[in-house]
Nanobody
C-alpha cells in the first residue's frame, strides 16, 4: 500500500481541519489504519486508529472528543476530522498501515505500522 496524506494547513486556535490519506496498491480495506504526529522537537506519537471495517476506533487521550477518525473503503481513503484545534496540535501528521492486521485490538505503537505516507503539516496559531 502507498499512502499520501493531505489537508494540512495553518489555522487559528479553535479552528478545524480535515486530513485525508489516499491509499493505492494492495487492498486498503483489509488493514487497520492509524494517524500519528510529530511535533517540533518531539517524538512521533499515536493520534488515532481505526479497524479495517471502521467499527472500532482508538484515540490519544489529548484528542478525544475533538478528533474523529473515519475511512471510506470504496474510495480507499482514511480521514481525520480535527476540531477545536490547539497550538499543541501543531505537528506533521502521518498516516500508516497496521502491518499486524488482524490484531486482537487496535495498535497504538508506531512499531506496528508501516507504509508511512509523506506527512502533512498542521500549524495552529494562538
Amino acid at each position: 500500500v502507498q499512502l499520501q496524506a493531505s489537508g494540512g494547513g495553518l489555522v487559528q486556535t479553535g479552528g478545524s481541519l480535515r486530513l485525508s490519506c489516499a491509499a493505492s496498491g494492495r487492498a486498503f480495506s483489509g488493514y487497520d489504519m492509524g494517524w500519528f504526529r510529530q511535533g517540533p522537537g518531539k517524538e512521533r506519537e499515536f493520534v488515532a486508529a481505526i479497524s479495517w471495517s471502521g467499527s472500532s476506533t482508538a484515540y490519544l487521550d489529548a484528542v478525544k472528543g475533538r478528533f474523529t477518525v473515519s475511512r471510506d473503503n470504496i474510495k480507499n481513503t482514511l480521514y481525520l476530522q480535527m476540531n477545536s484545534l490547539k497550538p499543541d496540535d501543531t505537528a506533521v501528521y502521518y498516516c500508516a498501515v497496521n502491518l499486524r492486521t488482524p490484531s486482537a485490538s487496535l495498535q497504538t505503537g508506531a512499531a506496528s505500522y508501516g507504509a508511512w505516507g509523506q506527512g502533512t503539516q498542521v500549524t495552529v496559531s494562538s
